[in-house]
């Protein structure tokens, strides 16, 4: 059950970068992840699914938070411009 998991997980990572703005399969990737890693019946490629679900799911997290931040100000104007 926790390869399965951890297959899961890693699935919901690698999508992530699929859609723009999938910070919640991000972080249900680093969620799945950490509970697949919290298993002891976990296989050795179950293990590392997991890791690099995990891996996945933060790289995303920090690449869009780098996005949002880098394009705040156009955004702040695009949102004072669409209000008046």
Known sequence: MSTKLAAAAL??????FVHLFGVEK????VFFGIAALKSPELT??????????VAAGLLYSFWITAVLLRHLPAL?????????
């Open 11 to 16: 699935a919901m990572g690698l999508l992530s």
């Open 26 to 29: 991000a972080a249900l990737a």
């Open 44 to 53: 050795r490629t179950g293990r590392r699914m997991a890791r690099a679900a």
């Open 76 to 84: 702040n104007d695009a949102a004072s411009k669409l209000a008046k």
